[in-house]
């Protein structure tokens, strides 16, 4: 049973253009949601956050987007550079709970040229 | 801040050996420190959890025998791979949460048992 999904393994964008990366996740006790980006042999990168509290959290060319009705959040990265080209994981957790992070599948972008 | 490092970064071991992988936070106290494995193309599956001066909690399907979890110090977790085999090389990844829930990550650990 996988609690967070990430439906589409993969995305390809032109640089300078808008990535969105979606994810699901089934799991109502969530409440906090976070983004990691993965470069092949390498441990995940935070990049961003979101309580449960807020529907938007921005951080430079990153915006994450939480719809708790649809269990549905994105993240937008505007404009998409050809470095921002790896897998990018969305993970959550339960606040006060035992902080184990649930991830997704990930989903590899590739920005190009 | 929030560097978590490892060592060593990748290892070669014979069949029926031991390897132990060490896990540091560098800037920051690490109450939990979390072990997870990356099979190839597949997201990262949580192993255990690990708490300072207690008893590793292991998830399921994951034996604590053969993955020994060690958390001596606030700063330090190490996971040692028993009588290794074929089986186990992967990609082994450690993280670790200072005051918020953020989780910061370890380079990781390429581990092949020949």
């Known amino acids: 049973d996988q609690q967070v999904k990430q439906n589409s393994p993969s995305l390809s964008v032109q640089e300078g253009r808008i990535s969105i990366l979606n994810c699901d996740y089934t799991n109502s006790m969530f409440d906090y949601f976070l983004w990691y980006k993965k470069y092949p042999a390498e441990g995940p990168t935070f990049l961003i956050s979101?309580?449960?509290?807020?529907d938007k959290n921005e951080d430079g060319r990153f915006t994450v987007f939480l719809n708790k009705s649809a269990k549905h959040l994105s993240l937008h990265i505007v404009p998409s550079q050809p470095g921002d080209s790896a897998v990018y994981f969305c993970?959550?957790?339960?606040?006060?709970?035992?902080?184990?992070?649930?991830f997704g599948k990930g989903t590899k972008l590739t920005v190009n040229p | 801040g929030a560097v978590v490092s490892q060592h060593p970064s990748w290892v070669i071991c014979k069949s029926g050996t031991s390897v132990k992988i060490e896990c540091r936070s560098l800037?920051?106290?690490?109450?939990?420190m979390f072990w997870y494995r990356q099979f190839p193309k597949q997201s990262l599956m949580l192993m255990a959890t690990s708490n300072e001066g207690s008893k590793a909690t292991y998830e399921q399907g994951v034996e604590k025998d053969k993955f020994l979890i060690n958390h001596a110090s606030l700063t330090l977790s190490t996971l040692t791979v028993t009588s290794a085999h074929p089986e186990d090389s992967s990609f082994y990844i450690c993280s670790a949460t200072g005051q918020g829930h953020e989780q910061y990550f370890g380079p990781g650990t390429r581990l092949t048992v020949t």
């Open positions: 800037d920051f106290q690490a109450t939990t």
């Open positions: 979101i309580s449960s509290i807020k």
């Open positions: 993970a959550a957790l339960t606040q006060g709970g035992s902080e184990k992070l649930v």
